[in-house]
């Protein structure tokens, strides 16, 4: 059973702007991690950031940052200072199961 | 080190028939997981492998099946196409089982006609 959602199927931020992309997940296991993907119009699949549910600190990788609630099971993706490259489609991800994605566009 | 690469990139095939999909896992990666991608949705968890055994299962019918070899590279066989079939596969290598980033192939966009 899907156990990722994403609410968001469209979403719009001006270049240079920050934007938060959301995802709740729900799962038993004590110990599991979840993950964001970027995915272009040209197909290719791009890993993004990870966060384990024993992480102590909210993942970072560059522009890119996780706002992490386990009490509300919540793992947004947080990018900051939105360039245009980064107009593609965004899944968050637990171990087996893709999200429904969010569409990033960044306006100029 | 060599990335996951997929064969062939594009293959158009009739209702009923059957068809084999194949990847070669990044070296190093021991674990295989194989997605279907429909236009304009998310990839759907077709199964994995870890060390030639399935290790765990989307909502596929049987006619989903697959393989992994010693050598951890892979094959998806999918008999009895339908239409609804049509959809880009992607395949995933990674390290480990759990809690691993997975590297993905470029895909194979199948058509079934």
């Known amino acids: 059973a899907q156990k990722i959602t994403q609410t968001q199927p469209g979403m719009f931020v001006q270049e240079k702007e920050a934007v938060t992309l959301d995802c709740t997940y729900d799962?038993?296991?004590?110990?599991?991690?979840l993950f964001w993907y970027k995915q272009p119009s040209s197909g290719e699949m791009i890993f993004l950031i990870y966060?384990?549910?024993?992480?102590?600190q909210n993942a970072t990788e560059g522009r890119y940052s996780l706002n992490f609630q386990k009490a509300r099971k919540s793992a947004n993706l947080v990018i900051s200072a939105s360039q245009l490259g980064d107009s593609a489609m965004y899944f968050c991800v637990d171990q087996f199961y893709f999200g429904t994605g969010t569409s990033l566009t960044v306006i100029p | 080190e060599t990335g996951v690469t997929q064969s062939p990139t594009h293959l158009i095939k009739t209702r009923g028939q059957q068809v084999t999909l194949r990847c070669s896992s990044q070296s190093g990666h021991n674990t295989v997981s194989w997605y279907q991608q429909a236009l304009g949705q998310g990839p759907q968890f077709i199964f994995q492998?870890?060390?030639?055994?399935?290790?765990g299962r989307g909502n596929f019918p049987p006619r989903f099946s697959g393989l992994q070899f010693p050598n951890y590279s892979s094959e998806l066989n999918v008999n009895a196409l339908e239409l609804d079939d049509s959809a880009l596969y992607l395949c995933?290598?990674?390290?480990?089982?759990?809690?691993?980033?997975?590297?993905f192939g470029s895909g194979t966009q199948l058509s079934v006609l």
């Open positions: 799962t038993s296991d004590p110990s599991y991690g």
């Open positions: 492998y870890y060390r030639e055994e399935e290790n």
């Open positions: 966060q384990g549910s024993y992480d102590q």
């Open positions: 995933a290598s990674s390290p480990r089982t759990e809690n691993e980033k997975l590297f």
